[in-house]
């Protein structure tokens, strides 16, 4: 069964420090993941995708098969970065699993 | 575009009571699915709808029922509403390679 682990419930970083959040998935197929965020109280919002390997709000991803992880990170932290962070993956039904999330504190 | 559009936004129900959750799409997706947050528990499915015609259960299926009315359309209902029902509930619908676009979301209070 597929299953996604986001170790840190929470991570606290001062504004202009680097952040990375982890995430390391298990899934016997190809995997397709992704980042979500949700800001206070509201819808999660796809941030990226790991097919795309773009760059969203300074943010990118790897995914790396051989550590089965794909941890996101940004060099300079932002406040308006605060957030919940959620790592998924897709199954081959097309369903997304959820990793816990980790919640993102960015202080001044 | 209103993407996934859900109501009630907040709901609170006594032990029970029976509730539809409304959720549609004006995307032209093919599948939806409903999900609840919990916290420290993440974001679980509960049922998901591949295409019209066509419901499966998900990882938390048990004291839900779901209706695939049309293409646009995916109810989730409560029959029987529990305190461990309390949640909130997220709906979402996803084009054939995409991530999936969620709706806002309904916080439900059940007591």
């Known amino acids: 069964a597929q299953r996604v682990t986001q170790p840190e419930k929470l991570l606290s970083v001062f504004k202009g420090a680097p952040v990375e959040l982890k995430c390391n998935y298990s899934?016997?197929?190809?995997?397709?993941l992704f980042w979500y965020v949700q800001y206070s109280r509201q819808r999660l919002q796809l941030l990226l995708r790991h097919i795309s390997r773009e760059s969203i709000k300074g943010f990118t991803a790897d995914l790396n098969k051989g550590e089965t992880s794909f941890h996101l990170k940004k060099p300079f932290a932002q406040e308006e970065d605060s957030a919940m962070y959620y790592c998924a993956l897709l199954s081959g039904y097309s369903t997304l699993t959820f990793g816990k999330g980790t919640m993102l504190l960015v202080s001044p | 575009n209103a993407g996934v559009t859900q109501t009630p936004k907040f709901q609170v129900l006594k032990t029970g009571q029976s509730m539809t959750l409304q959720c549609a799409q004006d995307m032209n997706h093919n599948s939806m699915y409903w999900y609840r947050q919990d916290p420290g528990m993440g974001l679980r499915l509960i049922y998901y709808s591949a295409s019209e015609g066509t419901t499966d259960k998900g990882e938390v299926p048990n004291g839900y029922n779901v209706s695939r009315l049309n293409k646009r359309e995916f109810s989730l209902r409560l029959e029987s509403a529990a305190p461990s029902q309390t949640s909130v509930y997220f709906c979402a619908s996803r084009p054939g390679t995409l991530g999936y676009t969620f709706g806002s979301g309904t916080r439900l209070t059940v007591v």
């Open positions: 899934y016997s197929g190809s995997p397709e």
